[in-house]
């Protein structure tokens, strides 16, 4: 089975500096990644997704992920923070139940919240 | 005008009393879906349903009931209400396709509070 581990449930940067967010997956398939953002008192909003292709993969709001086999990791980053970016920050990955009736499970990990301090 | 929409957005009940909350998508998607997510923040997928058809169905008692009117549509009764349920339930939609991975679109949520 699919599962995800966040390294970290708090990461605090400053303004302007670097945001790395750790994801590890296991995964008994090829793994389908995802990076959502939850910002206070709302839903989720992807930011970027791996599924085939290019292991460097770009989001919005200038964030990133590398899919690295590897290390069975999908690592969220940002080279330069603001403010707007403090959210809670979701891995997923998918258990591509696709075939079925085209339904997908994601998989989520336990979030990594972002504070961005002045 | 709002992708997928969730009504209504607070909750608050006591034990024992039975209750619905509504989901609507106007994306045009054939999948839904209904996630639950705990004080910790934890997610995790209770439903889906492609076309009116329940796809995925989790460990969930049977308390919670979804029922899909037409493909627009994805709604979750829940009967008996216990503490335990109080979370953040969250509907979601996506194009459901069977080869690739569609982005899954989420509504703002609703808070249900057991009291």
């Known amino acids: 089975a699919q599962s995800v581990t966040q390294l970290g449930s708090h990461v605090s940067v400053s303004e302007g500096a670097l945001v790395l967010l750790r994801c590890n997956y296991s995964s008994s398939v090829p793994p389908y990644l995802f990076w959502y953002v939850q910002y206070p008192n709302q839903g989720l909003q992807l930011l970027l997704k791996?599924?085939?292709?290019?292991?460097l993969v770009k989001g919005i709001n200038g964030f990133e992920a590398e899919f690295k086999k590897s290390e069975t990791s999908f690592h969220l980053t940002k080279p330069s923070a603001h403010m707007s970016d403090a959210a809670e920050y979701f891995c997923?990955?998918?258990?591509?139940?696709?075939?079925?009736?085209?339904?997908?499970?994601?998989?989520f990990g336990k979030g990594t919240k972002l504070t961005v301090n002045p | 005008d709002t992708a997928v929409s969730q009504t209504p957005k607070y909750l608050v009940t006591q034990m024992g009393n039975d209750k619905s909350i509504k989901c609507e998508q106007n994306?045009?998607?054939?999948?839904m879906y209904w996630y639950k997510q705990d004080s910790k923040k934890f997610l995790k997928i209770m439903f889906s349903y492609n076309n009116k058809e329940l796809i995925i169905n989790e460990t969930v008692p049977n308390r919670f009931s979804p029922k899909s009117p037409d493909k627009a549509h994805l709604n979750l009764h829940i009967n008996s209400l216990e503490l335990g349920d109080s979370a953040v339930y969250f509907c979601?939609?996506?194009?459901?396709?069977?080869?690739?991975?569609?982005?899954?679109?989420f509504g703002p949520g609703t808070r249900l509070t057991v009291t």
């Open positions: 994306l045009g998607h054939d999948t």
């Open positions: 979601a939609s996506s194009q459901g396709g069977t080869v690739v991975s569609y982005e899954q679109y």
């Open positions: 997923a990955v998918s258990d591509q139940t696709r075939g079925q009736g085209g339904s997908e499970k994601l998989v």
């Open positions: 791996y599924t085939t292709g290019a292991t």
